[in-house]
């Protein structure tokens, strides 16, 4: 596994939703829960594979020493 860059959260409500970015990898890990029972699910992604309105979320919720590595893996305008 690469070197992590940063892990992004955007869960809006008690259920988790966090993406993390690993250098020089065109995949991304998210961790998220469906429900109570059924917590920390993870899957493996791939840019094109995160909406739009992810992406818009998950740039503006980015630190900004990480925003530009962030935006360029992600293919974000």
Same mark, same amino acid.
């Given at each position: 596994?690469? +070197?992590? !860059?940063?892990?992004?959260?955007?869960?809006?409500?008690?259920?988790?939703?966090?993406?993390?970015?690993?250098?020089?990898?065109?995949?991304? +890990?998210?961790?998220?829960?469906?429900?109570?029972?059924?917590?920390?699910?993870?899957?493996?992604?791939?840019?094109?594979?995160?909406?739009?309105?992810?992406?818009?979320?998950?740039? +503006?919720?980015?630190?900004?020493?990480? +925003?530009?590595?962030?935006?360029? !893996?992600?293919?974000?305008?």
């Amino acid at each position: 596994m690469e +070197k992590e !860059i940063c892990t992004i959260s955007i869960a809006s409500t008690w259920l988790g939703d966090a993406y993390t970015f690993y250098e020089d990898e065109r995949r991304i +890990k998210r961790v998220y829960d469906n429900h109570s029972l059924n917590a920390n699910r993870t899957e493996w992604l791939e840019p094109h594979q995160i909406s739009k309105q992810i992406k818009d979320k998950l740039v +503006k919720s980015c630190p900004e020493e990480f +925003k530009e590595q962030v935006m360029h !893996i992600l293919d974000y305008p």
